[in-house]
């Protein structure tokens, strides 16, 4: 089920903390709204792990090839495939329904987001750079659903900068398993080549940051959030970037750089340090 992983879900809550400070002045901001976007993450992070175990299910003999994933409870032998399918129901048919309480619409893009990784499992993912478009899709799913979950406008920017970090973490991704693992256990790792993975993870890094920059240098920005100091957040960002590319060229260890960067010291309390400046200047709160 991977539940390190909900923390993906974050970015269903994403449209909601830049659109409080307009919440908050119109009156909007209500313990059941707050409950929604929180049951939106819920049935995200249900409908991301029914898709994990039907990936497990699918690539179970693959994974059994491979020198991690050997380990996973279906790959091992540990949870059988029937229990497997049994669990994946269940998930599935909860994360709907909880998507339904919210709204119909998150629902819909629950159902779209479960759709998506069904392609991807059954034969997108074996399609080099079509398989990173997928996993990008799928975070832009989440900021849609934390959207409708709020009933707020997503900004252009906001848009931008999801996709483009999306794209940076699935390539970055890539390029480390092309390092560390056998060809042969991702059909798409046979057509990436790690020089054009550094190009593309060098051109997303920047277009992310820069995204980012423009956003907080928008009129429109500085006017909603009754700030000019956004831009100085900015370092926060390209430090995670550079940090997560670091990870992503370390060949010597066989886990994830998404699954390191989240115990990685250094990532998480700029991360953590980041995301509280972020939300100390937009809500209006004075920083010592």
């Known amino acids: 089920m991977r539940p390190h992983q909900w923390v993906k879900n974050a970015f269903v809550v994403i449209p909601a903390v830049f659109a409080g400070p307009d919440l908050l002045a119109t009156g909007q901001v209500t313990t059941l709204l707050a409950v929604q ?11 991301s792990s029914a898709t994990y175990l039907l990936n497990d299910i699918h690539d179970v003999e ?3 090839r491979h020198p991690v994933k050997c380990k996973r409870p279906i790959a091992s032998g540990e949870l059988p495939v029937r229990s497997a399918w049994i669990l994946f129901g269940v998930l599935l048919v909860t994360a709907l329904g909880t998507g339904a ?3 119909p619409s998150v629902a819909a893009i ?3 987001y479960f759709a998506v990784n069904v ?12 398989d990173a478009v997928i996993i990008a899709l799928g975070f832009l799913l989440r900021l849609l659903a934390g959207g409708e979950a709020a009933q707020v406008h997503l900004s252009r920017w906001l848009i931008s900068c999801t996709v483009l970090l999306a794209l940076f973490l699935a390539l970055g991704k890539r390029k480390h398993e092309v390092l560390t693992t056998h060809a042969g256990h991702r059909k798409s ?8 993975l550094n190009f593309a993870l060098g051109v997303l890094a920047a277009a992310t940051a820069g995204a980012y920059l423009v956003y907080t240098l928008d009129p429109a920005t500085r006017a909603r959030f009754h700030t000019e100091s956004l831009p100085l957040t ?3 960002g390209v430090f995670g970037l550079l940090r997560f590319y670091q990870l992503s060229d370390d060949a010597k260890v066989a886990a994830s750089p998404t699954d390191r960067m989240l115990r990685d010291p250094a990532f998480v309390i700029n991360a953590v340090v980041g995301a509280a400046v972020i939300v100390a200047m ?3 709160v004075a920083i010592p």
């Open 37 to 47: 976007v929180g049951l939106a993450a819920v049935a995200f992070s249900l409908a």
């Open 62 to 64: 693959a994974d059994r």
């Open 101 to 103: 309480w919210v709204r």
């Open 110 to 112: 629950v159902c779209g």
């Open 119 to 130: 392609a991807y499992s059954k034969g997108l993912k074996r399609l080099a750079y079509v």
């Open 189 to 196: 790792l046979e057509r990436y080549r790690v020089e054009h």
């Open 234 to 236: 900015t370092p926060f």
């Open 282 to 284: 937009i809500y209006g």
